[in-house]
């Protein structure tokens, strides 16, 4: 970006750009990868028509539609009316929205959606009928599909699976948006969302979900991309709505494969750019470019994506109005709204309400806490809580939070020094994190507020606080080694007082617990059960979703972000606030949501089963290794080693049975006896027969026999391992 093309050089976004430059006065470099439009934070100057021309269909010039006829039947909803009226309501930190779109022309007429009506296929018609709309998973979720393409770098691998039915993608219908979610629906993780209209693609978030028990050794679990990958010369960006795992995980995998600019907030870019340098060695050939509410994306030909404040559990978070030809897309990602939040200023409600009195197609809206009934409580009492207790306690504080949330880790800053509190972090994502949020300017704090953990003997204990990870007991965090005495720096001392400042994700309790004992055990006072005080959710209740759903009235819903039964949940609440039955989906991953301005139907669905990555770096794994790990895990293993002469028929001594996790001390040697004797039985009955022991342990029959023999002594099925050795020289 040519600096002398931003009309605010206050706009961080400025600085921003890794990126190639795209001034319009670079005129000859046709072989950029096609970029969103116009990067924010540049004038409205029209792209170079080279550079477009990249980004643009064979055969199709710039200014050329490729939509349906236009004169007729527009809606109100163009990118047009809803850029009228906006004003720059952030005031003197953004003196103008980044870019001002050009006006579109809404596509398809009424004329034309019949006709794609008439081509609709018969399922699908049949799905767009009955509502909430919603079909059976026909994909089993827990098989991972093929044909996804190899990792360039062995950072980690991927489990595939071989009998997940093939795609279903029908062509793409002219003149209709596509949604497809690659992830987080059905689940709380790994949202990712892809939009597709004529040639272009815009990505919103790409996040990770953590592997559940029964995957033993994996560790993270991420989108099935392929869609993604197979048109990856049409996607025009990543739009990232907040820096959280579970909506930024996944891109060091998906952005090995593909360049294109990723958009975000600023320490949401800021996160990337530390992930991606962690994981993948830096964002070469990506552009990075940091966001301000307001400001509006130009994505290729047919997207433009504006950037709304939303409050959240992170700074930065944001919801996206992205624009299209056929109508306003409202996606909220992970929001709340708090009126008295510690930073940035209520969620924008006026520009959600500004989309829905223009007209919104189609709103994406989380479901996380659907079921919770009124409304979210304020961050801001989080911080008189914390107050009260660094006032309280006699000896030292240490918190354990999500490292990710800035707000709070400002509070516990702003409550210490109200205190007269050091305070010292802990754990690696909270040192990152605070490192990314400081730099950004985002804590404020006296410089030596904050002490290096080494030092915190230093201080008497009133005088200290401690911030660390580990608020879900994750076996490597510092608050787990802290509780089990395994921590370097801290060891947990009569009078301190731990406080647990964040909600158990479901299934996490129990571990939870086991920390929570040990913590009083060592004599800690442990503030947990009142959570309500010393944590508040960063996801809007039933209350606060109704709001939205108020303000945007969208023609077509679908809930996101969230379990089936939330998303469930969600589409009731929808109905119950006047949204017509045929105009909810409730989708899976992977389903092909098609609309136009009127028409909405569930067209086909691409692969999006889990895709398991192991970073022991394996090569790649199968569902097999998953089934094997979960045998050894329950019955152990069994091993049979059988040294045999070149006839491969004669024993050169007696067979060697072992086993390891399978046999109890008491039992042990009686079943390997056993065994063993039953085994020579069985090779004898192979030499009358003159079968080669090589060949009966590949015929799998001697497995068979073992299994059964020793399933009859201990009733358990243990893996089993057989080795036949032919010595030739015997
Ligand atoms: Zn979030
Ligand atoms: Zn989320």
Redesign the pocket.
């Known amino acids: 970006m040519t600096p002398g093309n931003h009309k605010h050089s206050g706009n961080p976004s400025a600085k921003s750009s890794d990126s190639a430059p795209s001034s319009p006065d670079y005129k000859n470099t046709v072989k950029l990868p096609p970029k969103a439009g116009k990067p924010v934070g540049q004038p409205n100057a029209k792209r170079p028509e080279q550079a477009v021309s990249v980004a643009a269909d064979k055969g199709r010039r710039i200014g050329q539609p490729n939509r349906g006829p236009s004169e007729k039947g527009q809606r109100a909803q163009g990118p047009k009316q809803s850029n009228d009226g906006k004003k720059s309501r952030q005031g003197a930190e953004q003196p103008s929205r980044a870019s001002v779109m050009p006006s579109r022309t809404p596509a398809a007429s009424p004329a034309n959606t019949a006709n794609m009506n008439r081509r609709r296929p018969p399922e699908a018609a049949a799905s767009a009928g009955a509502g909430p709309n919603r079909r059976p998973d026909s994909r089993n979720a827990d098989t991972p599909k093929k044909n996804r393409p190899k990792p360039v770098q062995p950072i980690a691998s991927v489990t595939k699976s071989k009998d997940r039915p093939k795609e279903k993608i029908r062509e793409r219908s002219k003149g209709m948006l596509r949604v497809i979610p690659l992830g987080g629906l059905g689940e ?1 993780g790994k ?1 990712m969302t892809l939009f597709e209209f004529g040639n272009d693609i815009i990505l919103v978030d790409c ?1 990770v979900a953590f592997p559940e028990e029964n995957m033993p050794g994996i560790d993270a679990v991420i989108q099935d991309y392929t869609y993604v990958l197979q048109n990856k010369d049409r996607v025009r960006g990543v739009f990232l709505t907040h820096g ?1 795992e ?2 930024i995980g996944a891109l060091p995998y998906l952005m090995r494969d593909l360049k294109c600019p990723i958009y975000g907030g600023r320490l949401t870019i800021e996160l990337v750019r530390e992930k991606l340098m962690e994981k993948i060695g830096g964002a070469r050939g990506i552009a990075l470019q940091q966001v301000n509410a307001g400001d509006v994306v130009r994505a290729g030909n047919d997207f433009a994506v504006e950037f709304i404040h939303v409050n959240h559990s992170i700074a930065d978070a944001f919801a996206l109005a992205i624009r299209t030809p056929v109508g306003n897309v409202i996606h909220t990602g ?1 929001f709340k709204i708090d009126y008295t939040p510690i930073d940035g200023g209520p969620i924008d409600l006026q520009r959600f309400s500004q989309y829905g009195a223009n007209g919104v197609l189609l709103l994406m809206a ?1 479901s ?1 806490n659907i079921e919770i009934p009124g409304t979210s409580i304020s961050e801001s009492q989080v911080g008189e809580s914390f107050q009260r207790i660094m006032q309280k306690a006699k000896g030292r504080v240490i918190i354990a939070t999500f490292s990710s949330h800035v707000h709070r880790m400002q509070q516990i800053f702003t409550a210490a020094e109200k205190f007269n509190r050091k305070v010292a972090l802990v754990g690696r994502s909270m040192l990152t994190v605070f490192a990314a949020a400081n730099s950004l300017g985002y804590i404020d704090m006296k410089p030596d507020t904050l002490i290096d953990i080494m030092d915190i003997d230093h201080y008497p204990p009133e005088r200290v606080v401690i911030l660390t990870t580990g608020s879900q007991a994750e076996p490597m965090s510092a608050l787990t080694r802290m509780a089990f005495s395994s921590h370097k720096a801290v060891e947990i001392q009569q009078g301190d007082t731990v406080v647990l400042s964040a909600h158990p994700i479901p299934g996490n309790e129990k571990p939870i617990y086991r920390v929570i004992n040990e913590l009083f055990r060592r004599g800690a006072k442990v503030i947990y059960e009142d959570l309500a005080d010393v944590h508040v959710s960063g996801h809007a209740y039933r209350g606060e979703l109704m709001l939205i759903h108020e303000l945007v009235k969208p023609k077509f819903f679908i809930p996101v ?1 969230g379990e089936y039964r939330m998303l469930f949940k969600h589409s009731e609440l929808a109905k119950s606030l006047g949204q017509k039955d045929d105009s909810i989906f409730i989708l899976n991953n992977g389903d092909i949501f098609e609309c136009s301005q009127d028409t909405a139907r569930v067209s086909g669905y691409v692969n999006a089963a889990p895709v398991l990555i192991d970073g022991s770096g394996f090569g790649d794994l199968d569902n097999r290794v998953l089934r094997d790990r979960k045998l050894l895990a329950d019955d152990g293993i069994v091993s049979v080693s059988i040294a045999v002469d070149r006839t491969g028929v004669r024993l050169l001594a007696d067979p060697i049975v072992q086993a390891m996790g399978f046999l109890y001390e008491s039992e042990s040697e009686a079943v390997i006896r056993d065994t063993k004797d039953k085994l020579l039985q069985f090779i004898a009955k192979c030499g009358q027969q003159n079968k080669t022991l090589s060949a009966v342990a590949e015929s799998g029959q001697m497995r068979d026999y073992l299994k059964t023999i020793l399933f009859e002594k201990t009733k358990r099925r243990p893996m089993i391992l057989i080795s036949v050795s032919r010595i030739t020289g015997a």
């Open positions: 709380i949202n996040g959280h579970d909506h992970d989380e996380t972000h």
